[in-house]
């Protein structure tokens, strides 16, 4: 019993000892042996990586949209010249356009448009008139003075222009033909206590 026991004690023994040798020799065979995919890829030198960051630095993402060819320069080397184009410089072209004549100045009450400038040709008068009493930024209150008007025996009309980007509501008298009959009405809406102006428009 106790010869049996003996050699089984002995067997474990040697067989652990196989087991780490066994595993050291394994262990050695793999340090020196070289792994694979691993030694087969070639070392760079310091040679390599320094023209890769010197390509790196004139790399251009855009170079294939244009049709010129990207230029790289090396370190030092200076720019390239530009051509600049010699002779007599072009004379500024002169301003032949003459100025506009100034436009005459308007009367109370009426645009700069509504006053034409004089005729130089004798005979009939070219104007037709109109008594402007009033112009108002709102139809109610042109219809009102339409209506006083009325009530004092004229008969008015109101007209619509834009003015100064704002829409006007002109209460007019009119038109005269003749400049006496238009200064008459004035006259009298001015002795009544009214603001009258009077407006000339070309035939």
Do not use: C, H
């Not at 087991?19 to 340090?31: D, I, K, R, S």
């Not at 320069?73 to 356009?97: D, H, L, M, R, Y």
């Not at 100034?102 to 109109?130: H, L, M």
Request: net charge positive.
């Amino acid at each position: 019993m106790k010869a049996q026991r003996g050699g089984f004690v002995i067997g474990l023994i040697v067989g652990l000892l196989l087991g780490l040798a066994l595993a050291l020799a394994v262990a050695l065979y793999v340090t020196k042996v070289p792994v694979p995919f691993v030694n087969k890829v070639p070392q760079r030198g310091a040679d390599q990586d320094a023209a890769e960051v010197e390509r790196n630095k004139n790399w251009d993402p855009n170079a294939p949209l244009s049709n010129k060819a990207p230029s790289r320069s090396t370190p030092g080397s200076a720019p390239a010249p530009v051509a600049v184009p010699t002779g007599p410089k072009p004379a500024p072209a002169a301003n032949t356009a003459a100025p506009a004549p100034a436009p005459a100045p308007a009367r109370v009450g009426e645009s700069p448009a509504d006053v034409a400038p004089k005729s130089t040709k004798p005979g009939a008068d070219p104007f037709i008139y109109f008594v402007q009493v009033g112009a108002f930024a709102k139809p109610e209150d042109a219809e009102q003075q339409r209506a006083k008007l009325a009530m004092l025996g004229y008969s008015a009309k109101v007209t619509e222009r834009e003015q100064s980007g704002r829409t006007m509501y002109r209460v007019r008298l009119g038109p005269y033909p003749m400049r006496e009959e238009a200064e008459s009405t004035q006259a009298k809406l001015q002795s009544g206590g009214e603001t009258a102006a009077l407006v000339r428009v070309e035939r």
